[in-house]
């Protein structure tokens, strides 16, 4: 089985910065794209950064400047730094992995979302 497990959310000021981890475990052969998603309350889901196992990173619009997504191959991990947040960056974030398993071949993997919450 694999698993996604995210960490570093919580409560921070308009203007502060956190740091968002996510670290894949499990019986992985091979990881393709690392994506950072969140959801607003009442709102859909909407990809927030991506990148490719070999670096090449996509940013939306609504984050491009102030966010960066980075990830370590060796440790399956992806990270999300978040700077000058904004009370609308408040949601829940979820860790998105392509992952490869002898069991069910490409596949895409979820964490469980961590809630980000800024405050004005």
């Known amino acids: 089985q694999v698993q996604l497990v995210e960490s570093g959310g919580g409560l921070v000021q308009a203007g502060g910065s956190l740091r968002l981890s996510c670290a894949a475990s499990g019986s992985i052969l091979s990881i393709n794209a690392m994506d950072w998603y969140r959801q607003a309350p009442g709102k859909q889901r909407e990809l927030v950064a991506s990148t490719t196992r070999g670096g090449s990173t996509n940013y939306a619009d609504f984050v491009k400047g102030r966010f960066t997504i980075s990830r370590d191959n060796a440790k399956n991990a992806v990270y999300l730094q978040m700077n000058s947040l904004k009370p609308e960056d408040t949601a829940v974030y979820y860790c998105?992995?392509?992952?490869?398993?002898?069991?069910?071949?490409?596949?895409?993997?979820w964490g469980q979302g961590t809630q980000v919450t800024v405050s004005a």
């Open positions: 998105n992995a392509q992952i490869f398993t002898l069991l069910r071949g490409w596949a895409d993997y």
